[in-house]
């Protein structure tokens, strides 16, 4: 059964930085591309990034490109995201998902950890 977790969020002052990490189980990082995806409340699903299973790279968001960086951690397991010059409009849940391809659905997420950037 593929499973992810996120965690790491919490309250920040604008212009601060997080790194949010996912342990994912049941998986490797060839089986499934992984993606960052967050939704703040009343609005849609944003995705944030994506590490293909192909090759490793990654693409992200206009909204976040330039400040957030994913990287991986092939013997924990483990996926991050390094968010910096963080803006109240980062405000959201951010979830890590499994994804056939970073173009395709997702396949299955964990529960989301909770970021909140006051201005």
């Known amino acids: 059964e593929v499973q992810l977790q996120a965690s790491g969020g919490g309250l920040v002052q604008a212009g601060e930085s997080l790194r949010l990490s996912c342990q994912v189980y049941?998986?490797?990082?060839?089986?499934?591309?992984i993606a960052w995806f967050r939704q703040a409340p009343g609005k849609k699903r944003e995705g944030v990034s994506c590490m293909s299973s192909s090759d490793g790279s990654t693409y992200e968001a206009d909204s976040v490109k330039g400040r957030f960086t994913f990287s991986r951690d092939r013997r924990r397991n483990t996926v991050y995201l390094q968010m910096n010059s963080l803006k109240p409009e980062d405000t959201a849940v951010y979830y890590c998902?499994?994804?056939?391809?970073?173009?395709?659905?997702?396949?299955?997420w964990g529960q989301g950890t909770l970021v909140t950037v006051s201005s």
């Open positions: 998902a499994a994804y056939a391809s970073c173009n395709g659905p997702p396949l299955g």
């Open positions: 049941g998986f490797t990082f060839h089986d499934y591309s």
